[in-house]
């Protein structure tokens, strides 16, 4: 079994914004490119043109229609992305067997040494939030690793050293840093935005966390979202407009 550090220098982590999420996809696609062709193994596809495909991905988008407690809101779809949340009291770290799995000290990210992996699954028994992902092509387990090939790559534009699903995300509802620093962005937005565990009755203490959605406005009357558009602007126009508009109206045709 693999012991946990008894603390942590840092805690790197990311903050997702329910509220803005869009559900596009994008960071699962820009995960799954970047981690395939830079970090470790490729992350394999099982028939991925045919009727059955599978993959392996470290970073998943769930949607679900919400309906809020409150009497005349409105249901909501809320989009929820989902990697590992690299918790402080991570069990996936404890239960392996081999050591494979492990919380680096330095900034709290947790990793598999995939050399020492046997693909034995007990880290995915044991995670809580279904993060971890088998390899069926390598026989390993595979999770987010937060980049760290990117975020410590000083050939790297300064920009860019963050994990690559922030970088890609285009509507901004991912943020990185450090959790561990009550001053960091990270930690400000958190506290502004009353950011949350996930499921922390687990008591696994996740680094990660979730900026809950607003809830939308409640709509007394169907409003036609074609209104502004097809309503006049001016009663009586004038101007250049105006007489342009009585040109036309006097030509062979017109309403006058």
């Excluded at 799954?32 to 470790?40: L, Q, R, S, V």
């Excluded at 009291?89 to 947790?110: F, H, L, N, W």
Aim: contains cysteine; glycine residues 10%; charged residues 25%.
């Amino acid at each position: 079994m693999t012991d946990l550090p008894q603390q942590t220098q840092r805690k790197l982590g990311l903050v997702i914004d329910l509220d803005t999420c869009v559900g596009c996809h994008a960071c699962v696609i820009s995960c799954k490119g970047w981690n395939t062709e830079n970090y470790g193994a490729p992350l394999s596809d099982q028939d991925a043109y045919g009727a059955d495909p599978s993959g392996t991905f470290l970073n998943r988008v769930h949607s679900f229609e919400v309906t809020p407690l409150a009497e005349g809101a409105m249901a909501q779809l809320v989009h929820f992305p989902k990697s590992c949340l690299h918790c402080e009291d991570a069990p996936c770290v404890t239960v392996c067997p081999t050591g494979a799995s492990y919380k680096r000290v330095e900034d709290g990210i947790v990793l598999v040494n995939e050399s020492d992996c046997i693909g034995c699954g007990l880290c995915a028994w044991a995670c809580p939030y279904g993060a971890r992902e088998m390899d069926m092509a390598e026989g390993v387990m595979k999770k987010c690793t937060l980049c760290i090939d990117r975020i410590y790559n000083d050939n790297l534009p300064e920009p860019d050293r963050v994990p690559s699903c922030v970088r890609t995300c285009p509507a901004g509802a991912r943020h990185f840093g450090d959790l561990g620093d009550p001053d960091s962005d990270v930690s400000r937005l958190v506290d502004a935005r009353g950011g949350m565990d996930l499921m922390p009755e687990q008591g696994t203490k996740p680094v990660n966390k979730y900026l809950p959605p607003r809830p939308r406005d409640t709509i007394e009357e169907q409003i036609d979202i074609l209104a502004p558009l097809l309503a006049p602007v001016a009663e009586d126009t004038g101007g250049f407009i105006g007489w342009l508009d009585r040109a036309l109206d006097a030509l062979p045709g017109g309403s006058r």
